[in-house]
């Protein structure tokens, strides 16, 4: 006769079971009290901005927070007990605090796209300012050189700053030097390099020097210095990331040093490269200063890189704001719009490749 | 990467180094990662090249009077301006970043919680030249009501008071932009450090009785202070450092010094200062003034920045 071992499995109700949670159990007590504290501040708050004269500022602020907070700690207090009223103060300012980061992003984004849209045209997208003035209406004119600009300025900066950044992080991971520590250090200080002093720097030694004209090729250059940071840092990252399986399995099979990181290493780790790339070039995409001090702006359409002023969306953004004539005003927005776009296409593909893991 | 690897690696390639291709290889890589100290020295030395001359003609004053009259020119109060602003923003930004985290990290069902840090990171990613139109447009018009009231009810508070009754171009909402600039900044780190309370300390509180409250007070955020500070800081640099979103919202004023009146217009911002004087720089001599200006804005958000740094690494590496 064998030994009767208690098994839960053999129990399917048992096993099925989840974990008792006594502590968080939702009592009808509880419930009634949660939606009291809610329901309660929402009636005298309505009631305030439907028959009083006080600004619905103060109203929200002074009265409707407060007695959020109040109406809280009194439900907490009734059914929890004292101890529950700081906790109650948290949760409260906690999701206030959320929903205040969301007003804010919900109105950036809705008077973004909805005063954007207004100035949106093919001819807006396609055409260049040449013979335009602020007052000239919306139907002529557009941002088609500002995006050209700003492609060849984002395309010649991450041509320099993407293969520097990749380096730095390969010197951190694979060739790991003695300066590894101080090489971190100085890409982090230079990660907090503001983007006008970047300008200036490039104005200085390049452009007041006389060696470089105001031109998409110095405003690349800007742009590389806020570039490389991003770049050298996501990219250490994903290398990290690379199993050392491989490194060891390559070096084993008798290949040298250079060959795993280039061969091995990097193949490994392309979409994770990749990504830091598309982070470094919307890290920068929107940046204005440095474009005021290096590119300045230019009506036209320009293809040379070294020749002339350029434009770009961030310069084009900047010339056209506080303009007395409501179009000009509204290019603004379109351009900012098509920004925006360009943002949000660069946001959503470094989230797509980044689900994905390296070395897989 | 664990630590245990590492010496393996290392050893590995004390042997390999031997190899000619293989040292090329390091070198060009080793070059290549000192191009950030390289910029960096650039950056000190051909700015600090430009401040030095403006220092002998204008002596300290340059830094220590508030004047942009030639041949007269101080930043003071640009300086002052850019910290009075950053602290407007930090009082604003801090409270709400650190709550907004701990929502994301203790609260939010985790669906909830990978929604809200992805849309964090997209309002990191808005360029600040939109956030200055979207200031100028919408935000401005609604906080100048916002500043009537504060100084119809709060008058008697110093800080309040307001005598020109103009409330556009205010530091109050220069710092609020700063503030929205700041907070997915602040939050992203915040909200890693407070992730990475370890579960057994979060539990054991638990398991003693301890509140929410009580949690975060004795554990949570003892235990990340040093991350916390560190965000805090980052963020902070972000905030001197920022010119354009600025640029729309605030008036320059040289002259009286704004020290305390935030919803009083005018204010100063070094960074904002270089870009407005740029366009209208009369000749080679205020463009080496502005030069030194940055200079001297470079030193400051170096220095904020580096300290920040030095905090965040020492407890664990954190992406900023």
Known sequence: MSTIVFDPSALPALAE??????????????????????????????ALFAFSEIPGAVIMVAIYFPLQILAAVAAAIAVRGTKAAGDSVIIVSAIGATIFSGVVLVSLLWSIITKGLQAMSVAFIFQNNEYISPSTPLGYGGIGHAILGTILIVAISALIAVPLGVMTALYITEVRGRAVPYVRFFVQAMSGVPSVVAGLFILTVLILSGALNNSAFAAGLAYAILMLPTVARTAEEVLKLVPDDLRTGALALGSTRARVALRVVVPAAKTGIITAAILGIARVVGETAPLLLTALKNDKTVLNPFSDPISALPTYIFTNVAQPYPDAVLRAWGAALALMVLVAVLFTVTRVLSAKRPGQ | MSDVEAPVLRDLQSAATSHRGDRIFNRTIAAAAFTALIVLAGITVFLGAQAIPVLQEQGLSFLTTSVWNPPDYGIWGMLYGSVLLAAIALVIAVPVSLLLSVFMVFLAPRPVAAVLTNLVDLMAAIPSVIIGLWAFYVLAPVSEGWQQLMNQYLGWIPIFANNSGNFSGTPFTA??????????????????????????????????????????????????????????????????????????VLKIVFDPVNYYNIIESGGGSVATLIVSKFGEASGPYETQLLLAAGFFLNMMTLIVNVIANLIVNRTGRLQS
């Open chain 1, 17 to 46: 079971q989840k974990p008792q949670t006594p502590w968080g159990r939702r009592t009808s007590r509880f419930r009634i009290a949660v939606v009291l504290a809610v329901v309660i501040p929402a009636i005298v708050v309505a």
């Open chain 2, 175 to 248: 710092g609020f932009v700063l503030a929205i600039m700041m907070i997915p900044i602040v939050t992203s780190v915040t909200r890693e450090v407070l992730g990475r309370t370890p579960p057994e300390l979060i539990n054991a509180s638990e398991a003693l009785g301890c509140s929410l409250w009580t949690m975060l007070r004795y554990v949570a955020l003892p235990y990340g202070r040093g991350g916390l500070v560190g965000g805090v800081m980052l963020g902070l640099g972000r905030a001197l450092g920022e010119t354009i979103a600025v640029f729309f």
